[in-house]
Each structure stands twice: as structure tokens, then as C-alpha cells.
């Protein structure tokens, strides 16, 4: 059984001259070459490109890539799995050989060029949820329409993820290039899980929490979505294969420095100040404050359940359509920022991206007031993005700025709450037989 998440696309006739053919791999290039100017353009050195992921990459192709958990910035270890490294040794291994590693900036550039390649297909997953969404009438009008009107309405729907400003901070301004890796990873777990391949969908899943680790508050809703639909066996399927395939990632690194691993994955977070970007700030020097500095991954990670639970209590009509699956995502995403103890520009991003596909998957018009949401978010980062190189800010300004962080994260929830189940023609997203 194939889920109407993604229907098999309808078939056309050919359409098109040789350069129309050639328009999304030159276009794709561009974006490319663009990413890496983008680098060129702007002082990005000292980003945690430079701090983390690079001279972690270079601790493993220089022999030992066992050890990457020994990296130390401060108090601050490389706090995500070990997934991104493997396509970075890659390009730190051609880069070495070149002999330009002492080049800062050129590195930068080539490396988030290179990088650009998990955007495209971030957005490509992207367009695929919105398209399946949408249902027959973006169906029928792929299969009614011509080839340029259908490339078009491709390239304007990637456009919404690859120009926004929540993936130019992220991979730019801060040089966190496993996160377009991590988005695709759940994406196209969510798209598998969707044709019933559950295992397949744990295992995308698995990997993308081990390439950034906060991803898994993207199981939340996915789990308590299929629980509350009664798809017992789903529901473990989906979470043994998730755990199991992080558990075989990370395994060799925990035998070789099990320290390292615990100290960069899990406790060095309770070591680490209130700094900013929540309404956390307000709090310092008060009984919240110790409870906030070890325990805010409970804390966003209980409200991504709370609120998942409630949403899915609250609208039990519809199914898991499309919106109502990302719209849940989203919810769940945007509970770190809103309640960690500092929130970083970059956070935004995985709520931006799910809440973009909940605005635009609906069989509906794209202009309405749910555009609010992703807009929101992207307004969100950029201010974020503004205040960061400040931070620390003085107590009372940071207190006023963390908590309008926080309650701008928080409507952003309250607009998403709504998660419009699908209308009664819709089926189910997730399938009952979306059992191994």
C-alpha cells in the first residue's frame, strides 16, 4: 500500500529543448558556487566550522577517527554525531591534498560549496512532502501542465528553503554544515515512513540524530502520532530501528574514548552557562537557574511531547495527512529554541523547514494567514542572528530580549497548534501498513 503522502507521480509528455532539461542542474550549480562566494564575501572565519567540525575531520583523516570526541574548544567538545564527518573527511582529505588547509576562507568556501549538495536535496524532499500534500489538485495540474509551468512551480516552492535567511545564518554565518545533512535525513525518513518502509524510515531517522543530536525531538511526534493512532507495531519498529542505528554509529566511538563520547554528547551541557536568546536569562541567579542549566534538553523535550499529545488529542479527526504530520514536526522543533538555555540563530532552522511544508502541503491557497508562521521564524533568526555576536548581553537586556525569543517562538507554536487535519477525501499519511 502506497501512502497519498507521496503518490506516484502521474506521467507527461516529454516537454522541453536541451537547455530547459539543463536548468535544475545549472541552477543547482549556482546555488553552489553562490554558497561558497557567499563565504568569500563575508568575514565567516572562527564560525564552528573552523572550531569543531574541521579539526575534527582532520583528528580522523590524520588516522585516528576514533578519537574525534577528544576536541576541546574551552569547555565546549563537538556536540554532534559523527555522521557529517564522513563527507567533510572527505573534503578535508582533497583539500589537504591541494595544500590549501592554511587558507582559512578558501576552505570555508569550498567546504560549504560542497555542502550545498545536502540543501538541494533537502529542498528537493521538500518539494516532493508540499507536491504530495497538496493531493489530486497539484497532481492534475503536473499532469494537465506544461513542462516550464511545472519547473517553475518547482523552483519557486525550493526557493522558500534555499533562499531562506534561517539556512544562509546557519550554514554561513555559523558554519553549521550538518544541518541541511540532518533535514534531509528526516525528510526523507518521513517520506519512507509515509510508503509504509518503517525500517528504512528509522534508520534516515537514526542517522539524523546522529548528525545532530537535538534531532531527536523529531521522533516525539512521529512516535506519539503513530501510538495515538493505534500503530502499536509501527511505533516500535520505527524507534528499535532508530536506536539500533545509532547505537552501531556511535558504538566504535564509545569503545575507543567512551569519555569523550559521554562528556561531548551528554553531560558537557549541564557544564554550560545561561547565555542567551531565551527567557531563561530572567532567571538567573534564581532557583530555576541550576535546574535550567542540567536539565533544559528535559525541558524542551518534555513540551515537544506535551504538545504533540495535545495537538494530536485535540484534532483527532483527519488522519496523519501531510500539514498535520509537519505542522507536529515543527511544534516539536521550535521547543528547543523557545526553551533552551541559550539559543543559538541556527536552532531556527529545523522548525522553519517543517513549518514551511505545513504552510504550503495543504490542498489549499498558499496566501493565508498560516504564511505567518515560517515568515515569523525567518524574522526570528535574523534579529537572533543581529543580537548573537553581542552575547553575553547586560542581565536586564538580555532578560528583555531572551523572553521576546521565547514568547515569539512560543505564538509561532500557538499558530502551528492549530495543525488543520486533512480533509475527509485525504487518507491517512502514515499507513497501517506501514509495518516492516
Known amino acids: 500500500m502506497v501512502s497519498p503522502l507521496h503518490p506516484p507521480r502521474p506521467r507527461s509528455p516529454a516537454t522541453g529543448g536541451p537547455l530547459r532539461r539543463a536548468a535544475i542542474p545549472l541552477l543547482a550549480i549556482a546555488f553552489m558556487v553562490a554558497s561558497a562566494v557567499a563565504v568569500l564575501l563575508f568575514d565567516t572565519s572562527k564560525t564552528d566550522l573552523d572550531v569543531f567540525f574541521w579539526p575534527s575531520a582532520e583528528i580522523a583523516v590524520h588516522g585516528h577517527p576514533l578519537l574525534v570526541y577528544t576536541l576541546r574548544a574551552g569547555p565546549y567538545p563537538n556536540a554532534n554525531g559523527p555522521v557529517s564527518l564522513l563527507p567533510l573527511g572527505v573534503v578535508v582529505a582533497v583539500i589537504n591534498a591541494l595544500g590549501w588547509q592554511d587558507g582559512m576562507r578558501l576552505r570555508d568556501a569550498l567546504t560549504v560549496g560542497v555542502f550545498a549538495v545536502f540543501s538541494l536535496l533537502m529542498a528537493r524532499e521538500a518539494v516532493l512532502a508540499i507536491e504530495a500534500g497538496r493531493g489530486r489538485r497539484a497532481r492534475g495540474a503536473a499532469a494537465s501542465g506544461d513542462g516550464h509551468g511545472r519547473l517553475t512551480r518547482r523552483l519557486l516552492i525550493a526557493a522558500v528553503f534555499l533562499l531562506a535567511p534561517p539556512l544562509w545564518v546557519a550554514l554561513v554565518g555559523f558554519g553549521h554544515i550538518e544541518e541541511p545533512l540532518e533535514l534531509w535525513l528526516i525528510l526523507l525518513g518521513v517520506r519512507l515512513l509515509g510508503h509504509g518502509r518503517t525500517v528504512w524510515a528509522g534508520i534516515c531517522l537514526g542517522l539524523a540524530v546522529m548528525t545532530k543530536s537535538v534531532s531527536a525531538v523529531c521522533l516525539i511526534p ?215
Open 222 to 436: 512521529l512516535l506519539a502520532a503513530l501510538l495515538f493512532d493505534r500503530r502499536l507495531r509501527s511505533a516500535a519498529a520505527l524507534a528499535g530501528a532508530a536506536v539500533l542505528t545509532a547505537a552501531v554509529v556511535i558504538a566504535p566511538f564509545l569503545l575507543a574514548n567512551r569519555s569523550g563520547v559521554v562528556y561531548s554528547l551528554v553531560t558537557y551541557r549541564g557544564e554550560l552557562p545561561v547565555v542567551g536568546g531565551s527567557l531563561w536569562v530572567a532567571f538567573l541567579g534564581s532557583g530555576w537557574d541550576a535546574f535550567v542549566r542540567h536539565s533544559d534538553a528535559v525541558l524542551f523535550a518534555g513540551a515537544a511531547l506535551v504538545l504533540s499529545v495535545a495537538a494530536l488529542a485535540w484534532r483527532p479527526r483527519g488522519g496523519l495527512s501531510t500539514p498535520r504530520v509537519y505542522g507536529l514536526l515543527a511544534v516539536a522543533a521550535a521547543c528547543v529554541p523557545m526553551l533552551a538555555k541559550t539559543s543559538w540563530p541556527y536552532y531556527l532552522l529545523d522548525p522553519y523547514v517543517f513549518a514551511a511544508i505545513w504552510w504550503m502541503g495543504r490542498p489549499a491557497r498558499v496566501l493565508d494567514w498560516r504564511l505567518a508562521v515560517p515568515l515569523l521564524l525567518a524574522g526570528g533568526d535574523i534579529v537572533l542572528a543581529a543580537v548573537e555576536p553581542t552575547l553575553p548581553l547586560p542581565i536586564g537586556t538580555g532578560a528583555v530580549v531572551g523572553i521576546a525569543a521565547s514568547t515569539g517562538m512560543a505564538l509561532a507554536v500557538a499558530l502551528l497548534f492549530g495543525l488543520p487535519g486533512a480533509a475527509p477525501r485525504d487518507a491517512a499519511a502514515i499507513p497501517d501498513s506501514a509495518v516492516p
